[in-house]
């Protein structure tokens, strides 16, 4: 059971239809809140679509590219016309390899900026017509290496940090409209694509959880819980704030976590 109660609320989340996304998504259908979900694969999206109407609300689900301006606007007006006035906004599409700089083409490096940095600003920018003002909520899903250096994530590495400013910047801008913007950076989540990719063995979880400060890896729900808190009343003062929900993981120096990465790896 849920702690928060979002009812009567709409809630958009891009990226919605896997992972830690789909969790978030999960979380605010089982709050009662009117959920839309949006991915590229339709095929996911009927899936998510089917998951989150076992909890009983009203749910529709658009197949829609971030990087594409038109399809997302299309998308996030559907659901406004489904909805009305979006109450929470969620931007987690995001896209990853490991490579390092010199092993990545310019057209590598670039796809990922697109997925990570532009479709978080085509989410946003697209969104700000149809959000609830005063009263939205804009959470975008950052990761650890917005502000941590690591090795062969250069790309990931600045386009998240981009998606961090960017949180800052419209927190500023859009403050009078009384917006709030903020971002949740996850540590090491379990069950997660990134998780199988990063470490796939059992030996190499145990390395990566062996790493995180409060010993074991996080779950959908400890990032969805963070979310609910700062879309909730209770963060009605915060905005422009990076959070991280990681077990103490990133207190780490950043040859720690590299060396932790290297024996999962």
């Known amino acids: 059971m849920t702690a928060f109660d979002f009812k009567n609320h709409t809630v958009f989340v891009a990226g919605g ?12 259908a089982e709050a009662g809140a009117r959920v839309a ?4 694969s339709q095929e996911k999206v009927d899936a998510a679509v089917r998951r989150l109407q076992s ?7 658009y197949s829609a590219d971030v990087r ?3 399809a997302t606007s299309a998308a996030l007006s ?32 670039k796809a990922v900026v697109d997925i990570d940095l532009l479709g978080t600003f085509n989410v946003l920018r697209a969104a700000h017509a149809l959000l609830r003002k005063p009263g939205a909520s804009v959470i975008n899903i950052s990761a650890p290496q917005a502000a941590i250096p690591l090795a ?9 940090a981009g998606v961090d400013m960017l949180s800052r910047v419209l927190a500023i801008e859009w403050g009078g409209d009384g917006i ?4 949740v950076i996850p540590g090491p989540i379990e069950n997660t694509e990134g998780m199988a990719r990063l470490a796939p063995t059992p030996q190499a979880l145990k390395a990566i959880a062996s790493s995180v ?22 963060a009605a003062y915060v905005t422009g704030a990076v959070i991280p929900v990681d077990g103490g993981w990133s207190t780490n120096s950043a040859e720690g976590l590299s060396a932790a990465l290297g024996a999962a790896g």
């Open 180 to 183: 709030r913007v903020n971002s």
């Open 17 to 28: 239809t896997s992972g830690i996304n789909l969790g978030i998504a999960e979380a605010f």
């Open 78 to 109: 559907g659901a406004y016309g489904a909805f009305g006035a979006i109450d929470v906004l969620i931007s987690g599409a995001a896209g990853n390899f490991p490579s390092p700089a010199l092993g990545m083409s310019a057209n590598g490096f």
């Open 152 to 160: 062969a994530q250069a790309h990931v590495c600045a386009a998240k």
């Open 213 to 234: 400060p409060l010993g074991r890896l996080g779950t959908t729900r400890d990032v969805a819980n963070l979310v609910m808190f700062l879309a909730s009343p209770s």
């Open 68 to 70: 594409n301006m038109e």
């Open 55 to 61: 909890f009983g609300g009203a749910v529709v689900g």
């Open 37 to 40: 979900v949006m991915s590229r």
